[in-house]
């Protein structure tokens, strides 16, 4: 077949065909097989792939030697000839042994979503930290699997799937896999010490720590730079941004807070990937507030929602006080109002780019993480209960008048939960 100009312009890239196959398991675990499919266009396409034609095959269980039918793999090869194909892409997880027998079937690369998001995430990895991790889980995935990728891993023109580690540390000498692992492993942990000193100082220094999570692509990075002016990259894409971005944010009260964002979740986020991003995604369990941000214009919101509070869950932090945030309402053909729970003062509706509704979510963040300011009047002598005031929030005026201290507090609302209460029991309110 002739190809056509746009093809000729392409050749250069991956060109592939995406294989869903639908199991009664993968309908429990997805909801919707198609959707995630769409998604799986999406981040071929965020790994610069030609996306030529997807192909889909209803079965019970999977095949244990090909993932898919016989009669499938025939029909893939006659596509990827027809189509010039390079590469076959898997929505599902393949062993090696699937991979090797898919390869000397289809002699074409055999790429799995696993490895695709990991590809992703090395062409998107900047910071020393980011290349760790995904260097990490690239190598933690591919161990197991190294009899399967052979010819993966002997094709030098590049593309996906051969990205990060590169071909001179992916030798097929699993002790030196394991060694590099281990050395990974062990500069992650210096990286790791380095964080957890800067929480600990932050935690010192009393500031609020506020965290942007939610399924990749739902606006967080859009957010956090409109919010603060970060520059920051923004773009429509899966995992725009991967490394973990922090920047002051002054609420209307004048208090300045510190609003991190994180890594994008996303359906069946590579096991691996978790592992190798806790400690980046801890930072959500050292925040006194989550904001839960969530693209209100997907068809598939409500599941998107529920894998990010599952991750969450999984990292320890659904427990979290938390906002969750309908962005992208512009898109949407109502208002956005029927998304808000019901008598809930924990959501909020609206565009990210709109000055009023940024005014109205800093409003909503300030009622949540601050208190009142309250008076307090106990004895001058009492400097326990003076400490106990600067760690129930801000002190913004003392006043000493003879032998009565008077005290006007800005209070944190967690800390004054912690801390308060002891305030109440020995102090007249003024």
């Not at 055999?110 to 090395?122: E, G, H, K, S, Y």
């Not at 998107?124 to 990490?136: C, D, F, N, S, Y």
């Not at 692509?217 to 899966?238: F, H, I, P």
Request: aromatic share 4%.
């Amino acid at each position: 077949m002739r190809p056509t100009t746009y093809e000729t312009e392409h050749e250069m890239q991956d060109r592939a065909i995406l294989v869903s196959l639908i199991t009664n398991e993968v309908k429990r675990a997805s909801g919707d097989p198609e959707h995630s499919l769409q998604e799986l266009v999406n981040l071929a396409e965020t790994a610069g792939v030609l996306v030529l034609t997807s192909l889909t095959q209803n079965k019970e269980t999977p095949d244990s030697k090909w993932f898919i039918g016989k009669g499938k793999v025939e029909e893939v090869r006659a596509a990827a000839e027809e189509l010039n194909a390079t590469t076959v892409i898997f929505d599902q997880e393949l062993s090696g042994a699937q991979v090797r027998n898919l390869e000397e079937a289809l002699d074409l690369k055999i790429i799995d979503r696993t490895q695709l998001i990991l590809d992703i995430f090395a062409q998107r990895a900047k910071t020393r930290e980011g290349i760790i991790q995904v260097e990490l889980a690239q190598l933690s995935y591919l161990l197991p699997r190294l009899s399967g990728h052979g010819k993966n891993l002997s094709r030098l023109g590049g593309g996906i799937g051969t990205r990060g580690p590169g071909e001179s540390k992916l030798e097929t000498d699993r002790r030196h896999i394991r060694d590099r692992i281990s050395d990974l492993k062990g500069q992650l942990e210096e990286v790791v010490r380095h964080r957890t000193l800067h929480r600990e100082r932050r935690k010192k220094s009393g500031v609020i720590q506020v965290a942007l999570v939610g399924y990749t692509n739902a606006g967080k990075s859009t957010l956090l730079r409109e919010l603060t002016n970060a520059d920051v990259y923004v773009e429509n894409q899966l995992f725009a941004t991967l490394d973990p971005t922090s920047r002051n944010l002054k609420l209307p009260s004048g208090k300045e807070i510190v609003l991190t964002d994180t890594v994008g979740f996303i359906q069946n986020l590579p096991t691996d990937l978790i592992a190798a991003f806790r400690a980046t995604l801890e930072e959500v369990n050292e925040a006194d507030l989550v904001l839960h941000v969530v693209d209100s214009s997907s068809p598939m919101r409500n599941e998107q929602m529920a894998v990010v509070d599952r991750i969450l869950g999984e990292l320890g932090a659904s427990g979290k006080p938390q906002i969750t945030v309908y962005n992208k309402i512009d898109l949407c053909v109502a208002d956005g109002s029927e998304l808000l729970p019901a008598s809930s003062g924990d959501a909020i509706a609206m565009n990210a780019y709109d000055a009023d509704d940024r005014g109205r979510l800093l409003d909503l963040v300030q009622s949540k993480v601050t208190g009142a300011t309250r008076t307090f009047l106990f004895p001058a002598e009492r400097g326990d209960l003076v400490a106990l005031a600067h760690r129930a929030g801000e002190v913004i005026e003392l006043e000493v008048n003879g032998e009565i201290l008077r005290l006007t507090v800005a209070l944190n609302k967690q800390d004054y939960e912690q801390h308060g209460h002891k305030l109440d029991e020995f102090v007249e309110q003024a």
